[in-house]
């Protein structure tokens, strides 16, 4: 089911996401509240006059899917509720090296003070967006959806997988309980595929997807009632051998070392997920930049 959100930066909003808490703990790391000396920018307090001014414009030195502006705006206001902000592109677009993203004007201790939270937060999801974006872009004209996985920063799942619907891909599981996944760990302890989806189903689960990595699994997760099959580490070949015997029963995963220069051939065999962990385990942070000048 797709999450429905609010991307206007006065009223941001995610399901599971609180971002008043995540502005007021990112602000306290980095100001270290509750340490002894810690509670302010010392380098802003002691160089930047209390009433001082300055304008800025955040930009992009890269071609990116653009994510988290409202976030960035957020922290911003945090420090300086007057600040005038001006996003310049909505959230997920596609813009070249040298666009424009966000104008901001306000008290340049505060903006100062927030400024390399709010790029952290920008950089950051922007990266996996476009990554997705880029992933997107190479699966062709096919069937086949891109999914994240769990593979994320503790405490920023919910952000890392908004980045990823940003850039144009789909979230797999949001954690261990919205849905079960078996795999070769559980299936070791249970004694089999068959019987571990039996357990599942039996506990009452609606949704059990079922990784196989060998053909010979298939049967047995089906029969017991897999919802979902996850082919794991196959091939194009034994993708398209698998998907011959699922014969469209249940819809069919392809994951495990999907690489930009491979995902193509594996969403053309026609299946229906390609899950890729790389999208928030490894996408690189994107160059954006910010210059103030005093006004």
């Given at each position: 089911?797709?999450?429905?959100?609010?991307?206007?930066?006065?009223?941001?909003?995610?399901?599971?996401?609180?971002?008043?808490?995540?502005v007021?703990?990112?602000?306290?790391?980095?100001?270290?509240?509750?340490?002894?000396?810690?509670?302010?920018?010392?380098?802003?307090?002691?160089?930047?006059?209390?009433?001082?001014?300055?304008?800025?414009?955040?930009?992009?030195?890269?071609?990116?899917?653009?994510?988290g502006?409202?976030i960035?705006?957020?922290?911003?206001?945090?420090?300086?509720?007057?600040?005038?902000?001006?996003?310049?592109?909505?959230?997920?677009?596609?813009?070249?090296?040298?666009?424009?993203?966000?104008?901001?004007?306000?008290?340049?201790?505060?903006?100062?003070?927030a400024?390399?939270?709010?790029?952290?937060?920008?950089?950051?999801?922007?990266?996996?967006?476009?990554?997705t974006?880029?992933?997107?872009?190479?699966?062709?004209?096919?069937?086949a959806?891109?999914?994240?996985?769990?593979?994320?920063?503790?405490?920023?799942?919910?952000?890392?997988?908004?980045?990823?619907?940003?850039?144009?891909g789909h979230?797999?599981?949001?954690?261990?309980?919205?849905?079960?996944m078996i795999?070769?760990n559980?299936?070791?302890?249970?004694?089999?595929?068959?019987?571990?989806?039996?357990?599942?189903?039996?506990?009452?689960?609606?949704?059990?997807?079922?990784?196989?990595?060998?053909?010979?699994?298939?049967?047995?997760?089906?029969?017991?009632?897999?919802?979902?099959?996850?082919?794991?580490?196959?091939?194009?070949?034994?993708?398209?051998?698998?998907?011959?015997?699922?014969?469209?029963?249940?819809?069919?995963e392809?994951?495990?070392?999907?690489?930009?220069?491979?995902?193509?051939?594996?969403?053309?065999?026609?299946?229906?997920?390609?899950?890729?962990?790389?999208?928030?385990?490894?996408?690189?942070?994107?160059d954006?930049?910010?210059?103030?000048?005093?006004?």
């Amino acid at each position: 089911m797709a999450t429905v959100y609010n991307t206007n930066h006065d009223s941001f909003t995610l399901p599971g996401f609180d971002l008043d808490a995540f502005v007021a703990n990112t602000f306290a790391e980095d100001l270290g509240e509750g340490l002894p000396g810690g509670g302010l920018d010392v380098t802003s307090a002691s160089v930047i006059p209390a009433d001082a001014c300055f304008a800025g414009v955040m930009d992009s030195r890269d071609a990116i899917s653009v994510c988290g502006l409202p976030i960035a705006a957020a922290f911003f206001r945090a420090l300086d509720p007057a600040a005038d902000i001006e996003l310049l592109v909505d959230e997920g677009a596609r813009v070249a090296p040298g666009t424009a993203l966000m104008r901001i004007a306000g008290q340049a201790r505060a903006l100062l003070t927030a400024e390399r939270s709010a790029l952290n937060t920008v950089q950051h999801l922007t990266g996996i967006a476009t990554l997705t974006r880029t992933y997107v872009d190479a699966m062709g004209d096919t069937r086949a959806r891109l999914l994240d996985t769990r593979k994320t920063i503790p405490g920023l799942r919910v952000l890392e997988k908004y980045a990823v619907r940003t850039g144009g891909g789909h979230n797999h599981r949001m954690g261990l309980w919205d849905a079960a996944m078996i795999k070769d760990n559980h299936v070791a302890v249970a004694g089999g595929v068959g019987e571990a989806v039996r357990r599942a189903l039996g506990a009452g689960v609606r949704e059990v997807i079922c990784e196989v990595d060998r053909i010979d699994q298939i049967e047995p997760a089906l029969t017991a009632g897999a919802t979902r099959l996850l082919l794991d580490n196959m091939g194009p070949d034994m993708l398209r051998a698998a998907l011959a015997i699922v014969a469209g029963r249940v819809p069919c995963e392809a994951s495990g070392g999907v690489r930009l220069d491979t995902i193509g051939a594996i969403a053309a065999t026609g299946v229906d997920y390609i899950s890729v962990g790389r999208l928030t385990q490894s996408a690189p942070a994107a160059d954006i930049g910010l210059d103030f000048t005093p006004l």
